[in-house]
């Protein structure tokens, strides 16, 4: 079955301080990783990384993916009361949007 | 388990035309979803909803409106279809926040 798992569950933090969200998977025939900001009710679309982007940077996120390790990293630097979110990780796989998996998130808070 | 349903799996509609895909799901999911999937650039949500009569923008809602007159229904509307919303649609329910995502089959939209 296929399964995204997201660590740490919660994460509390001082602004400034840097922060990575782990996210490990087991999917038949990845094809991309997907990373999400939930505030409130909604998931915004933060990255997708592939075998040929592996890489991802925007402002102080930024995301890597080990497809030896079958995992992604997602970094956030001097981080804001802003970043207070969850962060959902989600991996799709060949045949379809059924077979998006989202993990269950992390949830950040990051305090003044 | 969850069942959401769209109705159409493909759809060929000619620029100008007024465009309904519709979304019902079978459990009593607070949540409800509209994104489309474009290669390379991921889920983009256009609209969500988080109760019936209750709609609000995305981060692509140019273009659209939708309509939640009963829980279990979410209409995604195209006023006046373009060549630039061929594209795959995806309706996703959540239970509600860090509950996992059930999302239906796709409709794809091809305008011509």
């Known amino acids: 079955e296929d399964k995204v798992v997201q660590s740490p569950l919660s994460l509390v933090v001082h602004e400034g301080d840097t922060v990575t969200l782990n996210c490990s998977y087991e999917?038949?025939?990845?094809?991309?990783l997907l990373w999400y900001k939930q505030e409130k009710k909604a998931p915004t679309f933060l990255f997708m990384l592939?075998?040929?982007?592996i890489e991802k940077k925007s402002g102080r996120l930024s995301s890597i993916l080990d497809k030896k390790e079958l995992s992604s990293i997602l970094n956030i630097t001097a981080t804001q009361t802003g970043d207070s979110a969850i962060y959902l990780c989600?991996?799709?796989?060949?045949?379809?949007?059924?077979?998006?998996?989202f993990g269950k998130g992390t949830k950040l808070t990051v305090n003044p | 388990d969850v069942k959401v349903t769209q109705s159409s799996r493909y759809l060929v509609k000619r620029t100008g035309e007024k465009v309904f895909l519709e979304c019902v799901q079978d459990?009593?999911?607070?949540?409800m979803f509209w994104y489309r999937q474009d290669p390379g650039l991921g889920l983009r949500l256009i609209y969500f909803?988080?109760?019936?009569?209750?709609?609000e923008k995305g981060d692509i809602p140019e273009g659209y409106s939708v309509s939640r007159e009963k829980k279990e229904r979410f209409s995604l509307i195209l006023e006046s279809a373009s060549t630039n919303q061929t594209s795959m649609y995806l309706c996703?329910?959540?239970?509600?926040?860090?509950?996992?995502?059930?999302f239906g089959s796709g409709t794809r939209l091809t305008v011509v």
């Open positions: 999917v038949t025939n990845f094809r991309s």
């Open positions: 592939t075998s040929s982007g």
């Open positions: 909803s988080y109760d019936v009569k209750m709609k």
């Open positions: 459990m009593d999911h607070e949540n």
């Open positions: 996703a329910t959540q239970l509600g926040v860090r509950y996992g995502y059930t």
């Open positions: 989600a991996v799709e796989a060949e045949g379809g949007s059924e077979k998006l998996v």
